[in-house]
Nanobody
Framework: QVQLVESGGGLVQAGGSLRLSCAAS????????MGWFRQAPGKEREFVAA????????SYADSAKGRFTISRDNAKNTVYLQMNSLKPEDTAVYSC?????????????????WGQGTQVTVSS
């Protein structure tokens, strides 16, 4: 069982930056691939970024490439999403997810465990 708690969301102007954090409970955090998803009002949840258990492999949605960076610190049981050059269209609830398989997160767009999410609002 893994519990995920996101933090770091907020209101930022277009062009600004935010760093989201996702703290995981349990001693098996390092076994899981981790991902970030987002959902805007009236839209379906979409994949943003993912990282494998060791942090050596990452994957990004086209909308995130070049602006967002996912990383993890297994010693702190935490995964991060650094978001730069934010745009109003990045406004959404951002949730982190954990799964044994990176492929499940990146390709299937599913995961075994989900956090509650943190709101990111980008003003124009």
């Amino acid at each position: 069982q893994v519990q995920l708690v996101e933090s770091g969301g907020g209101l930022v102007q277009a062009g600004g930056s935010l760093r989201l954090s996702c703290a995981a409970s349990g001693r098996t955090f390092s076994r899981y691939a981790m991902g970030w998803f987002r959902q805007a009002p009236g839209k379906e949840r979409e994949f943003v970024a993912a990282v494998n258990w060791s942090g050596t492999t990452t994957s990004y949605a086209d909308s995130a490439k070049g602006r967002f960076t996912i990383s993890r610190d297994n010693a702190k049981n935490t995964v991060y999403l650094q978001m730069n050059s934010l745009k109003p269209e990045d406004t959404a609830v951002y949730s982190c997810a954990a799964d044994n398989d990176l492929h499940t997160i990146v390709v299937v767009r599913k995961a075994d465990y989900w956090g509650q999410g943190t709101q990111v609002t980008v003003s124009s």
